[in-house]
């Protein structure tokens, strides 16, 4: 089975979410995604990953970029090894933490992510939404943390819409670039989800 999927001019998730759709339609085949920037093509590999989907960009042009998914066929993923994770995910929506005096919301939060770093088991999941984005961004004590959890396996999930609202998408430091739609995914197959 061959599906095409054009997704150029949607806003996030829809690229996502219309592509899971098709895939989510067929046992086996292939669907053939057009979008038209680099984070909408990010997202759809990263689904296609998820979903234990082979993938490839098959045409990269300026406001075209071709990805190619093959589901079933005898395809197989080689899985990132993950050790001491749990099955949590932490939410993290400021780059502050608690309200009151903001220098020392911005204290506590570095202290924060430090911490996570020496205790363990890790979580799967850090999803960084609104000012959350900085401290994967901007913030150098918070993304030299961030980097020792990734190594052990921790996924760093910053929001695109929120780097593009806050004029960082391009200074991401660590992690990935992500959707609302494997937002909302994540926190809902979480065995917990811990926001901050």
Not at 25 to 51: C, F, H, R
Not at 127 to 153: C, M, P, R, Y
């Amino acid at each position: 089975m061959y599906i095409e999927v054009d997704a150029r001019g949607l806003a996030c998730p829809k690229p996502v979410i219309n592509t899971k759709k098709e895939l989510d339609n067929i046992e086996q085949g292939i669907v053939i995604v057009t979008v038209d920037n680099d984070v909408a093509k990010q997202n759809i590999l990263k689904l296609s990953n998820s979903l234990n989907c082979e993938s490839r960009v098959i045409k990269e042009e300026k406001d075209l970029i071709s990805i190619e998914i093959k589901k079933g066929e005898n395809v197989i993923i080689e899985e990132k090894k993950q050790e001491e994770l749990e099955d949590k995910c932490i939410f993290i929506s400021s780059n502050k933490m608690g309200n009151g005096n903001d220098e020392l919301g911005e204290v506590l939060m570095r202290g924060f992510i430090y911490t996570l770093t020496e205790s363990k088991p890790y979580p799967k999941s850090i999803l960084l939404v609104n000012s959350g984005v900085k401290l994967s961004t901007e913030n150098h004590d918070t993304t030299q943390n961030f980097k020792i959890l990734e190594e052990a396996g921790v996924e760093i999930l910053s929001c695109g819409t929120c780097l593009d609202y806050y004029g960082l998408k391009e200074s991401l430091k660590v992690g990935s670039v992500t959707n609302m739609y494997t937002i909302v995914d994540i926190m809902k197959n979480s065995s917990q989800t811990i926001s901050i």
